[in-house]
């Protein structure tokens, strides 16, 4: 990942509803999730979550196919980890990062 998607990325994901959104389908894993469903499970407008599934889709962290008439929303796991990557990748100086805590960094 480079500091241009890096920066869409973040930017998809810098607002409540969409942060939210895309936990959700993190959530739901490789099956995805319509719209229909996540907009029940959100408890938010269908038109409202259609604009936000369009923002993380443009930032490139949810992919959406049809199946039949159906969409189906997903995150996209290599894009994340990219990003995870990309904002980690200098961490420590290089040097061996042994967590206790997963996610939490005891050298930094």
């Known amino acids: 990942m480079n500091e241009t998607q890096a920066i869409a990325a973040l930017s998809g ?36 979550l259609s604009f936000h599934l369009k923002e993380l889709t443009h930032a490139g962290l949810v992919s ?8 189906i929303y997903r995150a996209d796991f290599s894009q994340m980890n990219g990003l995870l990557g990309y904002l980690t990748e200098h961490c420590c100086e290089g040097a061996s990062c042994e967590a206790s805590n997963p996610g939490v960094c005891t050298t930094c």
């Open 64 to 71: 959406v196919e049809q199946q039949g008439r159906n969409l």
């Open 13 to 48: 994901l810098a607002h409540p509803q969409r942060l939210r959104t895309f936990r959700a389908l993190v959530v739901a894993g490789l099956p995805g999730l319509t719209p229909s469903v996540l907009a029940d499970q959100l408890g938010v407008a269908r038109n409202t």
